[in-house]
């Protein structure tokens, strides 16, 4: 095989193959493209993204090198392409880059780390790719677009200046809401007739003096039937940017729709038992007809829930740092902050619910379910029951992190009882290290201070 001299743009030499010399020339001549965009960050960003190789490994339809079918090399490429689209593929973020719509919260947050940290391109493959490693122009682009993408779209008007770019942000006061409709749906969704044998309501599984969930691994709905996946919270679920952990319902209403109907939760078969039974009762439907005179539907029910939901916003400690008070956190809690935003927990537990804003992989550096031991269920396959995509095969909607000390226990699963469990299994199966004890308790003061206020109480 002949060798030749390859100079990149940047100004580095090397003798490279002839073979791996076409490939370094191909991306090369793209990476300098964001020049032509001057004025536009967004298509700036997409240039670099595309010239430096970044879609190379973290796109699910990127094509194997030719040199990944080499016997010795070729299963750790493949294997790092794997991984690299379970943490982030960037093809809709380029193509929303590219065409001008908006980009997700996630993405954002991790190519922000990633240019912060210098952790990408990694060296075993800039080594061999000449010219892809991000220079201080190219970094200092993407910092810039995170920064005023975060500003224009995501940061949230309470905000302290200071703390404006943090990718995370303080709680609203309220968001819009009909307070006839809420005070409707307050007594709807502690109303046990949504049940087909008047056991349960929406408490049940989400009691409100209980963090928003049962603390139970499954809940128990009638006759005893336990559910597949562990309850998510109610509180500040109207943040989310979809219900369940499978995303299978669009929004609140949606998501109020399913329980009643499913068989081992509350059991009805339709809405119309439903609405019989509720309007046997002169007084409350009286109420209820004044609220929405159209009259009793699921539609009506549903939207009351909603709108009570919507109510159910829980501001803490940390929003009162985010809002400029400095002095409400502890040394060890900002430090246990820093070290969430280092080991990128912060890239998937975004914004202002601390998550719920994009489904993620579970045990991108090493199998969780092979750990777990148990055998795979239904309620394992995530985002995948509901799109039968293989790509969505083990992938759940982050869950928000507002509460948590209260919402065990923890994972999709509920199989991790403690705190600082789920903290080292998140680190060991999605980021590949292990973290100490002392750098966990750290963090464990920092959750803490999300747990807020309802009503003007601490919740407990």
């Not at 299963?75 to 593929?89: I, N, S």
């Not at 307050?186 to 209980?210: K, M």
């Not at 537990?349 to 239904?378: A, C, M, P, W």
């Not at 309802?454 to 407990?460: A, K, P, R, V």
Request: charged share 20%.
């Amino acid at each position: 095989m002949g060798y030749f001299t390859y100079s990149d743009f940047k100004g580095k030499s090397s003798l490279l193959p002839a073979g791996l010399l076409m490939f370094t020339l191909a991306v090369s001549s793209c990476s300098s493209e964001y020049k032509k965009h001057a004025g536009d960050e967004g298509k700036q960003v997409a240039s670099i993204l595309r010239g430096n190789g970044c879609l190379e490994c973290h796109a699910a339809d990127a094509k194997l090198p030719f040199y990944g079918k080499f016997p010795v090399i070729g299963p750790t490429v493949e294997a790092d392409m794997r991984e690299g689209t379970l943490y982030l593929d960037l093809t809709s973020l380029v193509d929303a880059l590219e065409n001008g719509k908006p980009v997700s919260e996630v993405d954002l947050a991790k190519v922000e780390h990633t240019a912060l940290s210098g952790s990408m391109p990694p060296f075993k493959y800039s080594a061999i790719h000449w010219g892809t490693s991000l220079n201080s122009e190219e970094r200092g682009i993407l910092i810039s677009w995170a920064k005023n993408v975060r500003k224009n779209n995501f940061a949230i008007s309470t905000v302290a200046e200071t703390f404006a770019n943090e990718p995370v942000q303080p709680l609203m006061e309220s968001l819009p809401a009909d307070p006839d409709k809420v005070a409707l749906g307050f007594a709807l969704y502690h109303d046990t007739r949504l049940s087909a044998d008047n056991t349960l309501s929406c408490a049940s599984c989400h009691g409100l003096e209980t963090g928003g969930v049962d603390r139970k691994q499954y809940s128990e709905g009638i006759n005893g039937q336990l559910g597949g996946v562990n309850a998510p919270t109610v509180y500040n679920a109207a943040l989310n940017f979809v219900q369940f952990w499978d995303g299978r319902a669009a929004d609140l209403k949606e998501q109020a729709a399913g329980p009643p109907l499913n068989p081992v939760e509350m059991g009805h078969t339709s809405f119309d038992d439903i609405c019989a039974s509720i309007s046997e009762d002169k007084e409350f439907m009286k109420a209820f007809l004044q609220v929405f005179p159209e009259g009793i539907s699921e539609s009506t029910i549903t939207e009351a829930i909603a709108e009570f939901e919507k109510t159910l916003l829980t501001p803490s400690r940390f929003d009162k740092y985010l809002m400029g008070d400095t002095q409400a956190l502890t040394k060890e809690e900002l430090e246990g902050y820093e070290l969430f935003k280092e080991n990128r927990c912060a890239t998937c537990h975004v914004g202002v619910n601390f998550g719920g804003q994009s489904f993620e992989y579970t045990g991108i550096k090493n199998n969780y379910f092979d750990y777990r031991g148990t055998g795979l269920t239904d309620g394992d396959l995530g985002r995948y029951a509901v799109t039968a995509d293989d790509s969505d095969l083990h992938k759940f909607k982050t869950p928000g992190l507002r509460n948590v000390m209260l919402t065990y226990p923890y994972m999709h699963d509920g199989t991790i009882e403690h705190i600082e469990d789920a903290i080292r299994i998140m680190h060991e199966f999605q980021i590949g290290k292990n973290i100490s004890d002392a750098e966990t308790a750290k963090i464990v003061a920092f959750l803490h201070t999300l747990t807020g206020e309802y009503n003007g109480q601490i919740l407990h």
